[in-house]
Each structure stands twice: as structure tokens, then as C-alpha cells.
């Protein structure tokens, strides 16, 4: 089975400034997609980035961008210039190509603080 | 208008109290999922269901039921709700459109449900 951690239960960042959130994972397939999502106040899930485990660039959407080592298992989000709008909940998550019933298997969360 | 809705967003019962959490889509979508989100943990897959004559136990289906009522419905059920149900519950729809890994999953606002 697949798992997903990330060390960091929290992390905080001055307004402006980059943070990096760390996730690993375990698996045993080589197809597989990565996800973060974004959890506000709100509780609403919010997809921020995702990666194709064949594709050796990393994705990048405006602020937000990944490092992605696939040997290592390793899937960090990088938030450049934070806004006080990116403090949440920060998900990792994996989706196997072999999954049928298209599952998420999530970490366990980073909460991110965003300082003014 | 959401394109995925929960009802009710809140809700605190008793031990041994049946209680149904309802899910509607509007995004047409043949795949819906239930979550449940506990601190630490992540989300964690409780069912799931292809369409309305395909239902398929997740992670975590014990003490859980659940029913499709139409493309657009799916609900979950607690028979009789203990304290360790305390969470926070998510419903998710996908498109399966494209290989299985990359669909998004498009999340409703949640149910905070607490069991005394």
C-alpha cells in the first residue's frame, strides 16, 4: 500500500518570503500523480498543483511550484512571495496509475502560517 | 452555486443516533467518493462509487454505509454513531476522463460532525 508523509506539522513564513513544505512517499508502481491541495478556514479542499510522476519537469503554477525526485520519493511544494491568503492546511497527496477506483491516498497535513 | 454541496455542514448528535450525510453534485461527474478528515491524519477513503449500481468499500468502511441515489446523490449513513466518528467528512466527485491518475477530484465544503 501506498503511503504519504509529511514531517512538518507546521511551518510559518513572513509575508513576501518563500517556504518550502516537505512530502515523501512510498510505493512500488512507477506511473503514479501527485497532488497538493490547499485546506483554508474555509475547509474547502482546493487543488494548488499537480505532477506526473513520468514527467521529469517540475510543474509550476504562477507562485506555487514543486520539486519533484523521483528516486527519492520526494515531493516538496515551494510558495514563493506568501501572501497572507496562503496561510492554511497543505496537503500531499498520491493517486497510483493502477488505481482503479482513482483514490487519493493523503498525508497527514502541514499547516502553514503566513506572518504580516 | 457550488457545484459540489453538503448537507448539513454542521451537526452534533448522541451516541447511538443514526445520522445520514447527503451529497449533490452538479458537475455531472459518474465518480463520488466520501473522505473523512482527522487531525494528523489526512483524509482517509471511507467508499466510493463508479455509478449509481457500483458502491466500493474504502480504507475505512467500517461502521459506515452508504447509498447512491442517482448520478447526482450519494449519501453516507452511520447506523449508530459512536465518539470516535468525531470528524470532519468530505464528498468528492472525478471525471474519469484521460488516464485514472490524473483526474482532480473536486471536493465539497465538508460536515463537521461531532458524536457525544
Known amino acids: 500500500a501506498q503511503t504519504v508523509t509529511q514531517s512538518q506539522p507546521e511551518m510559518s513564513v513572513q509575508e513576501a518570503e518563500t517556504v518550502t513544505l516537505s512530502c515523501t512517499y512510498d510505493?512500488?508502481?512507477?506511473?503514479?500523480?501527485l497532488f497538493w491541495y490547499k485546506q483554508p478556514p474555509s475547509r474547502q479542499m482546493i487543488l494548488v498543483i499537480r505532477?506526473?510522476?513520468?514527467?521529469?519537469q517540475n510543474a509550476t503554477e504562477n507562485r506555487f511550484s514543486v520539486n519533484f525526485q523521483k528516486a527519492a520519493k520526494s515531493f516538496s511544494l515551494k510558495i514563493s512571495d506568501s501572501q497572507l491568503g496562503d496561510a492554511a492546511m497543505y496537503f500531499c497527496a498520491y493517486n497510483g496509475n493502477n488505481n482503479a477506483g482513482n483514490m487519493l491516498t493523503f498525508g497527514g497535513g502541514t499547516r502553514l502560517m503566513v506572518k504580516p | 452555486d457550488a457545484d459540489v454541496t453538503q448537507t448539513p455542514r454542521n451537526r452534533i448528535t448522541k451516541t447511538g443516533k443514526r445520522i445520514m450525510l447527503e451529497c449533490s453534485q452538479t458537475?455531472?461527474?459518474?465518480?463520488m467518493y466520501w473522505y473523512r478528515q482527522d487531525p494528523g491524519l489526512g483524509l482517509r477513503l471511507i467508499y466510493y462509487?463508479?455509478?449509481?449500481?457500483?458502491?466500493n468499500k474504502g480504507e475505512i468502511s467500517d461502521g459506515y454505509s452508504v447509498s447512491r441515489q442517482a448520478q447526482a446523490k450519494f449519501s453516507l449513513s452511520l447506523e449508530s454513531a459512536i465518539p470516535n466518528q468525531t470528524a470532519l467528512y468530505f464528498c468528492?466527485?472525478?471525471?474519469?476522463?484521460?488516464?485514472?491518475?490524473?483526474?482532480?477530484?473536486?471536493f465539497g465544503p465538508g460536515t463537521r460532525l461531532t458524536v457525544l
Open positions: 505532477q506526473e510522476a513520468y514527467k521529469q
Open positions: 468528492a466527485t472525478s471525471d474519469p476522463v484521460g488516464p485514472a491518475g490524473m483526474n482532480e477530484q473536486f
Open positions: 510505493t512500488s508502481e512507477s506511473d503514479y500523480y
Open positions: 458537475k455531472g461527474h459518474d465518480r
Open positions: 462509487s463508479f455509478d449509481v449500481k457500483d458502491i
